[in-house]
């Protein structure tokens, strides 16, 4: 049996005592008006939603008093670009933004999704202030325009 969840995002009851089960997106899915996923407790969910927020890690998207459905964003790989050098920092948005790609902001440094074409060109470029890493790429993260993340 399929739950349809057909509401745009809206405050949910959480319950003390409910369940959680999770329901694993990856961050190119958040902004997604419609999503068929089986909960990892084996529920199959189709959330419709017509206008709402990018869904968030950890927002609970359902709830009855036996048990809720909370959003869990899973990590990805991803380029960082570590430095406080404010020119290197300029140089990199700009080379990531002439490709469209999302930034997120970390208190370590910028990252974006791990790209097999644009991880080498980063890496010739800026030398070991990029790296590898595996993290959530969350909506609350990442830079809008003039450098400003969302405000949450």
């Given at each position: 049996?399929?739950?349809?969840?057909?509401?745009?995002?809206?405050e949910?009851?959480v319950?003390?005592?409910?369940?959680?089960?999770?329901?694993?997106?990856?961050?190119?899915?958040?902004?997604?008006?419609?999503?068929?996923?089986?909960?990892?407790?084996?529920?199959?969910?189709?959330?419709?939603?017509?206008?709402?927020?990018?869904?968030?890690?950890g927002?609970?998207?359902?709830?009855?008093?036996?048990?809720?459905?909370?959003?869990?964003?899973?990590?990805?790989?991803?380029?960082?670009?570590q430095?406080?050098?404010?020119?290197?920092?300029?140089?990199?948005?700009?080379?990531?933004?002439?490709?469209?790609?999302?930034?997120?902001?970390?208190e370590?440094?910028?990252?974006?999704?791990?790209?097999?074409?644009?991880?080498?060109?980063?890496?010739?470029?800026?030398?070991?202030?990029?790296?590898?890493?595996?993290?959530?790429?969350?909506?609350?993260?990442?830079?809008?325009?003039?450098?400003?993340?969302?405000?949450?």
């Amino acid at each position: 049996m399929m739950l349809i969840i057909e509401r745009d995002q809206n405050e949910v009851t959480v319950y003390d005592e409910a369940v959680v089960d999770v329901l694993y997106i990856d961050w190119y899915e958040v902004n997604k008006t419609l999503l068929t996923r089986q909960t990892e407790g084996g529920r199959l969910v189709r959330i419709h939603r017509r206008v709402a927020p990018a869904l968030e890690h950890g927002v609970v998207i359902y709830a009855t008093p036996e048990w809720s459905i909370q959003v869990e964003i899973r990590p990805c790989p991803v380029i960082v670009l570590q430095t406080d050098d404010l020119n290197s920092i300029g140089h990199f948005c700009f080379d990531v933004g002439n490709r469209h790609l999302p930034l997120f902001w970390f208190e370590d440094g910028l990252a974006l999704a791990y790209d097999g074409q644009l991880y080498p060109a980063l890496k010739g470029q800026y030398g070991d202030l990029v790296m590898l890493d595996k993290r959530k790429l969350s909506p609350a993260f990442a830079l809008q325009a003039y450098g400003q993340t969302v405000d949450r």
